[in-house]
């Protein structure tokens, strides 16, 4: 059966990850899935979704509902703290994962920036290495409808005190990239998720801020395709 890739998307939404999606498909020839997490983009959440290891569990679900194999989880911030529930939830259906500047870690000195209660100019620019590659303007003074799902998940903090030391448990392969420009999670931040993952190896994206998969996509696929060649 082909491989299939799952995109998780973080706060921005699900266009976050649409293009991409097209790019990854026709260069690698994989199945590739880009969902919306439910509660995002207008759509409905059920009530059981209360937090992030809830909707990896219902993600692992819909792999089994589907029958899908061979399935290489990426996601991108919080969809990267998504990925890592996943992988700990060990499903023969996952065979990878990969975390894009996720966030949901807790790392001494090395805070995630509070998002909360930036505008989306705001979030822009500590979000991009060019902040001109973002394909859509910044409107509104305030947080957008996604940020606020997104805290429905994952809480004020948007971290959780206990993923650091669970991901010792991970026991699939792992891919952890990270732009080196990103001021939302700095990369000593994505160096100390990798180091608590057995099985991860890192890689550090150059010109490159917290959304990879937008600002320098063909130096995501290449780097992504270099350390898991069967994707």
Do not use: C
């Amino acid at each position: 059966m082909t491989r299939t890739h799952l995109l998780l998307h973080g706060g921005g939404g699900a266009p976050t990850m649409t293009s991409f999606a097209t790019l990854l498909a026709e260069r690698t020839g994989t199945q590739v899935l880009a969902p919306v997490h439910p509660g995002f983009g207008g759509t409905p959440k059920p009530a059981g979704l209360t937090g992030v290891r809830e909707l990896a569990r219902y993600y692992v679900e819909m792999l089994d509902s589907s029958d899908l194999t061979d399935v290489v989880v990426v996601g991108n911030s919080f969809g990267g703290w998504l990925a890592a529930e996943i992988a700990l939830l060990a499903s023969p259906r996952v065979s990878g994962a990969m975390i894009v500047n996720g966030i949901g870690v807790e790392v001494d000195g090395h805070p995630m920036t509070d998002v909360r209660g930036l505008s989306v100019a705001e979030i822009r620019s500590f979000s991009f290495h060019d902040p001109s590659k973002l394909p859509v303007p910044p409107t509104g003074a305030g947080p957008s409808p996604d940020v606020r799902a997104l805290v429905g998940y994952a809480g004020p903090s948007m971290s959780d005190p206990t993923l650091l030391g669970r991901l010792a448990g991970v026991t699939i392969p792992v891919h952890v990239l990270w732009g080196e420009s990103d001021r939302i999670v700095d990369p000593a931040y994505g160096k100390a998720f990798a180091a608590a993952i057995p099985s991860a190896t890192f890689t550090l994206l150059p010109r490159t801020g917290h959304l990879p998969q937008v600002e320098t996509p063909d130096e995501l696929v290449a780097a992504m395709t270099s350390v898991m060649p069967g994707t």
